[in-house]
């Protein structure tokens, strides 16, 4: 299996977590993230051989189960955690799931980067907003996911139809 491309933010932002950026240091990171956001999840459907002009549905389920074996290879996972490169297909797939709502369910969906409260999980991070009182981190929630399928307490669900049909059910809703 070839080499998966890392998930390398500017080198400024990449020495500090989100909660230590400033608010304008957050701003750039979710500008650079949405920028490179095509561009990671081309590289995604690439390196698993699949079309981007698949249905969503389609692309969610075969993407979903090719990454959860994927997730178990030594090239993403050493010893039940996730390497840089697990890391990675861990937040393309969430980048995709992003892209997928954005592009489905569209009714106010947007980027937002969280700003107060402070201690909110997701603080100067990007999110998306539209869902009403809800909010969803794609990539927070899809590393998640990766970790979850390795200590067998999740099944990759989270990338499925499923979450899709949820998430714009929301937004319907709203």
């Given at each position: 299996?070839?080499?998966?491309?890392?998930?390398?933010?500017p080198p400024e932002l990449a020495v500090?977590?989100?909660?230590?950026?400033?608010?304008?240091?957050?701003?750039?990171?979710?500008?650079?993230?949405?920028?490179?956001a095509r561009e990671r999840v081309d590289?995604?459907?690439?390196?698993?051989?699949?079309?981007?002009?698949?249905?969503?549905?389609?692309?969610?389920?075969?993407?979903?189960?090719?990454?959860?074996?994927?997730?178990?290879?030594?090239?993403?996972?050493?010893?039940?955690?996730?390497?840089?490169?697990?890391?990675?297909?861990?937040?393309d797939m969430g980048l995709l799931l992003?892209?997928?709502?954005?592009?489905?369910?569209?009714?106010?969906?947007?980027?937002?980067?969280?700003?107060?409260?402070?201690?909110?999980?997701?603080?100067?991070?990007?999110?998306?907003?539209?869902?009403?009182?809800?909010?969803?981190?794609?990539?927070?929630?899809?590393?998640?996911?990766?970790?979850?399928?390795?200590?067998?307490?999740?099944?990759?669900?989270?990338?499925?139809?499923?979450?899709?049909?949820?998430?714009?059910?929301?937004?319907?809703?709203?």
């Open positions: 299996m070839r080499d998966y491309p890392l998930f390398v933010p500090k977590t989100p909660r230590e950026w400033t608010k304008d240091e957050a701003a750039s990171y979710s500008v650079w993230l949405q920028s490179h590289g995604l459907l690439r390196f698993f051989g699949i079309e981007r002009g698949a249905p969503s549905a389609v692309l969610l389920r075969e993407l979903g189960k090719r990454v959860t074996e994927a997730l178990r290879s030594e090239q993403f996972s050493r010893g039940g955690i996730l390497t840089t490169a697990g890391l990675a297909l861990s937040a992003a892209e997928l709502l954005l592009k489905d369910c569209d009714r106010g969906l947007q980027w937002e980067t969280v700003q107060k409260p402070r201690s909110d999980a997701d603080f100067h991070q990007p999110i998306l907003s539209g869902f009403g009182s809800l909010s969803f981190n794609p990539i927070g929630g899809s590393v998640a996911e990766a970790a979850g399928v390795l200590s067998g307490r999740r099944d990759g669900d989270f990338w499925g139809q499923d979450r899709l049909d949820f998430l714009g059910e929301r937004l319907i809703s709203v």
